[in-house]
């Protein structure tokens, strides 16, 4: 989704994310946070930052904050979000084009590499790797496309216990709107908007081309219902996911 799409669903955020802040979704984040040192003294950043969530916990925790998007609505709305909190500030700027060089101590990006191009990903990555300090920490949370094919299994499971083998597919591809999905480039596509999902092997590969070391992967995990969106439920199954990944400088 590019700057104006994203402007536009900066008053309907709630209706239309599913976020990884909502109660009960198990979230690696804050622990891997709290394992980092000495915090007071260092800098952290979030590019990306929507309507900065994290602003409290961030300030309280680090020296500085820096927190920027691309969009001004969500800037106007960090900038609401967070007038109370002298370390924190807060700027327009796309991941895309980032100007810091070795600026942070720590730098994170939830949910907001979901540009199409694989070129604009890897530039992100890059500038996300450029913005940290040598030997600080990089933590992301990105879209799984794993998740999504292994719930298309459980569909077409489903379908399976009513229908026979051609039609439980084809129910099964209708009711997972497998059209809007593109397997080979990881993209959910929805009239104008595209996003990224990511395999896991991408996340490995882009990381270490950019030259992160220490990578660890992990998943945030969605409980079945509200928080999992739109997503059938299927309660005795193990539910779904997008990656959470850390790595170093
Ligand atoms: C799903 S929201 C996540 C917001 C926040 N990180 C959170 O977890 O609540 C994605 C955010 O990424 C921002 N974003 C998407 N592409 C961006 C880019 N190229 N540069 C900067 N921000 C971008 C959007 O404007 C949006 O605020």
């Known amino acids: 989704m590019n700057q ?3 402007d ?3 008053d309907h955020y709630h209706d239309e994310i599913i976020s990884p802040y909502y109660a009960g979704v198990k979230n690696p984040l804050f622990s891997e946070l709290k394992k980092i040192k000495d915090k007071k003294k260092k800098s952290v950043a979030e590019f990306g930052c929507g309507m900065l969530y994290l602003g409290s916990y961030l300030s309280e925790e680090f020296k500085t904050v820096h927190a920027s998007d691309f969009s001004s609505e969500m800037v106007r709305k960090a900038k609401k979000s967070s007038s109370g909190f002298p370390n924190i500030s807060i700027k327009k700027e796309d991941i895309t084009k980032l100007p810091h060089s070795s600026a942070f101590d720590v730098v994170l990006s939830i949910n907001s590499l ?3 191009s694989f070129e604009q990903v890897k530039l992100g990555l890059q500038n996300l790797y450029k913005s940290l300090k040598k030997g600080g920490s990089c933590f992301l949370i990105v879209p799984s496309m794993e998740s999504v094919l292994y719930h298309n299994m459980l569909m077409l499971d489903k379908e399976l216990h009513a229908k026979e083998e051609k039609n439980a597919v084809r129910a099964a591809k209708r009711k997972t709107d497998h059209d809007r999905y593109d397997y080979f480039l990881g993209h959910y596509k929805d009239a104008s908007e595209r996003q990224k999902f990511f395999y896991e092997h991408e996340i490995r590969f882009f990381l270490k081309q950019c030259g992160f070391t220490d990578i660890k992967i992990k998943k945030v995990i969605y409980p079945w219902g509200e928080a999992s969106g ?3 439920d299927f ?4 539910p779904l996911w997008d990656w959470f990944v ?3 400088k």
């Open 8 to 10: 536009s669903l900066a």
């Open 230 to 232: 739109d997503y059938q």
């Open 114 to 116: 979901l540009m199409p």
């Open 4 to 6: 104006k799409q994203w």
């Open 246 to 248: 850390s790595c170093r």
């Open 235 to 238: 309660p005795d199954e193990d």
